[in-house]
């Protein structure tokens, strides 16, 4: 079973920083594009970054220049370096992960549970 874990969430002031990261674990046979979203209450999850297996990588204009995402083909992982955080920054994150489970040659989009990241003024 194919499974995607985040930690590193918590609370912090505005301007600090805090690093997210996300594990892909069980029987799987690679990896394609991860990334982080967010969700606030009341509104669409959308897109902060992703990271393709290559190492190309996307950010929100938002996080531009504040968030650094990277990602480590060979033990699936991928992080979120976040800094200069805003209030605006408080949501779930979530993990999101492509992944061929082994014994198939599809791509299933997987997500991980959330992490809460709460910036206070």
């Known amino acids: 079973q194919v499974q995607l874990v985040e930690s590193g969430g918590g609370l912090v002031q505005a301007g600090g920083s805090l690093t997210l990261s996300c594990a892909a674990s069980?029987?799987?046979?690679?990896?394609?594009?991860m990334g982080w979203y967010r969700q606030t209450p009341g509104k669409q999850r959308e897109l902060v970054a992703d990271i393709t297996n290559g190492g190309s990588t996307k950010y929100d204009d938002s996080v531009k220049g504040r968030f650094t995402i990277s990602r480590d083909n060979a033990k699936n992982t991928i992080s979120l370096q976040m800094s200069s955080l805003e209030p605006e920054d408080t949501a779930v994150y979530y993990c999101k992960a492509y992944i061929a489970p082994l014994g198939t040659v599809r791509y299933t989009q997987y997500w991980g549970q959330g992490t809460q990241v709460t910036v206070s003024s």
């Open positions: 069980g029987s799987i046979l690679r990896v394609n594009l």
